[in-house]
């Protein structure tokens, strides 16, 4: 069967003009190739550092030493206001009272002498056996005259009164032995008073009293002071002193009988 040519139709190309042509060269492709065929490079990776990671104690640490830091500039600052404070106290007292330190410094230059004196005064005893007692005596009132007096006994010195001792007994409830033992005084009026009505006595008393003495009281029978010495049951007497000074008695009164 023979084929025709149309001519409306454009010829036919031969199949060497239908061939398609080689395709291009790719350098990219042929490089990579040639890359691939090569030797791979070595790649060096540096060592990983390790990061410090903060721990507990390291921050308590941190905190005591901030701590620290801060009570030290606390107590820097208080120094120094204390130190201000001085300095203003010292300058104010000068102002005002220089006449006060004045005084204190020549107190402090007497005391500090009558140190020295002391010293050297004890230093002196040493060789003086006979010297007298430097401290302080605590010394009892000076007595003129020791009174014993016996149950049934008087006691004189009031002019309106009698007095005896009616007895010496002994305390129940003691509380010391000073206060175990008393002794009773009895007195009455010399001359019985009377009450009288229309010229007729109606009454009449010797106002009878009784006085209880202990040891170490005082009492003041007229004009005289007398201190309870001692009492004693077993004599069944008392014992009384009589003040020499006796403006200078300030002891307290049990009783005074006129």
Do not use: C
């Not at 990671?53 to 107590?75: D, F, H, K, M, Q």
């Not at 006691?155 to 129940?172: C, D, E, K, M």
């Amino acid at each position: 069967m023979s084929h025709s040519t149309n001519p409306r139709l454009p010829a036919r190309p031969d199949d060497d003009e239908l061939a398609m042509d080689p395709p291009a060269s790719q350098h990219w492709r042929v490089a990579r190739d040639v890359d691939a065929t090569a030797r791979p490079r070595e790649v060096v990776v540096a060592p990983a550092q390790a990061v410090p990671v903060p721990t507990r104690s390291g921050g308590a640490v941190a905190s005591l030493n901030r701590g620290l830091g801060l009570l030290i500039r606390l107590t820097l600052l208080l120094i120094l206001l204390a130190a201000l404070w001085g300095s203003v106290t010292l300058i104010n007292v000068g102002v005002r009272a220089p006449a006060a330190l004045g005084e204190q410094f020549n107190g402090a230059i007497e005391r500090g002498a009558g140190l020295v004196g002391a010293a050297g005064q004890r230093i002196a005893d040493t060789f003086d056996p006979a010297h007298p007692p430097r401290q302080a005596i605590t010394l009892d009132a000076e007595i003129d005259e020791l009174l014993r007096i016996g149950t049934g006994a008087a006691l004189n010195g009031s002019s309106t009164r009698s007095i005896t001792l009616a007895s010496v007994q002994r305390q129940a409830t003691p509380t010391g032995p000073d206060s175990a033992v008393y002794a009773v005084l009895h007195s009455e009026l010399r001359e019985p008073k009377e009450t009288k009505v229309l010229g007729v006595t109606v009454r009449s008393t010797r106002d009878a009293q009784d006085h209880y003495l202990y040891k170490g009281e005082t009492i003041r029978i007229g004009q005289r002071l007398y201190k309870v010495n001692w009492v004693s049951v077993e004599r069944q007497q008392l014992a009384l002193v009589v003040y020499r000074e006796q403006d200078r008695v300030t002891a307290p009164l049990k009783f005074e009988i006129n």
